[in-house]
């Protein structure tokens, strides 16, 4: 039987949909409104342009009911079993999905001052699409669930204790449905149990994330108390010295909000090279620009620290595995992540490497397994959904 899932990403202004049969992961259909709240915002629904004003996100849930009829497919031709939400923060309240009810709104509200940015708007997708599919069960997946597995000496700071308690102040982890999600995948194409293989996820986006995953759990991953630390991305800088906020605030007058937002908005390779897009980075850096070589060097080396660490943390590692945007499709970004690691048992090939046909782009001789796996965020929304309707 088909089962289809209805799974909805709210944003601060933007809402993007997809009708996903969490079978097999094909959408029917895939949409996104942008610039709600705009004097015109922009709405795609499976390639169809369909601009209009859409003041708020009830308004954009109601556009996008309308382009299915206007476009299709049509929705009362399609059983919806299940409405899956995107939630960013889960704090340590969840560490799986969850059916929605008052108490998840509730406990989700109660952790805005965690993610003040994305649970409000990821709140709003949920009332919104409660009032216009009242029958229907609703699903919320974290995007830190995957990471509630790490052990108390990864997701700790050595900072007063108090914090965590006053604040909850620790680390939590992002893109843990990307994750879950490929390491799965990965395990698949290795031919083996989830349960029995260690590696090491990368996960290179616009936000990038690694992860060590130890027999299907994540036992360390690079994100932290926010989405922040870490890996180089394409605006956030990732690790840097907490002392540079007070550094700052003393010598320039910086207040925290500013660094703060210098941080998340104007580092990365944005603040190296003025291209946050790694595409614009690799083009700059093949016409010679310093400052992109400098960028894509930092990234890589980020990277290939990250891998040590996660390789010490796992002890033995059956693969390293390459996902999203820069994941999957940048060959130099791979192979300078991992250049060198032949002592760590990491052959890369670099004929696959440069034009994969398939998921494994390491020699076939390689001890560790170089994967690059395709993510698919909005699938494992779906399968996770329909996996919590079955255990009702
Ligand atoms: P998001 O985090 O928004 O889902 P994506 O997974 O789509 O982002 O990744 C976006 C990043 O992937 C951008 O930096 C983009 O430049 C990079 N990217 C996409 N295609 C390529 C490519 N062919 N080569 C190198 N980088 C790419």
Known sequence: MTEHVLVINAGSSSLKYSLVDAATGEAAATGLVERIGEDRSHHVHNGHEDDQRVPDHEAALEAAVQVFDKYGPSLSEIEIVAVGHRVVHGGDRFAAPALVDDDLIAAVKDLIPLAPLHNPANLEGIEVARRLFPDLPHVAVFDTAFHQTLPPYAYTYAVPSSWLDDYGIRRYGFHGTSHAFVSEQAARVLGRDPGDVNMIVLHLGNGCSAAAVRGGQSVDTSMGFTPLEG???GTRSGDVDPAIHGHLARVAGRTAEETDRSLNSESGLKGLTGANDFREVLRLRANGDERAK????LYCYRLKKYIGAYYAVLGTVDAVVFTAG???HSAEARAAA???LEGLGIHLDPIRNADPSGPVV????????????????????ARQSVAVLAAR
């Open 362 to 381: 390491s020699t076939d001789e390689s001890p560790v397994k170089v994967l690059v796996i395709p993510t698919n965020e909005e699938w494992e929304i």
């Open 338 to 340: 991992v250049a060198g």
């Open 294 to 297: 400098l960028a894509f060097d």
């Open 326 to 328: 820069v994941g999957q």
């Open 231 to 233: 890996l180089v991305m």
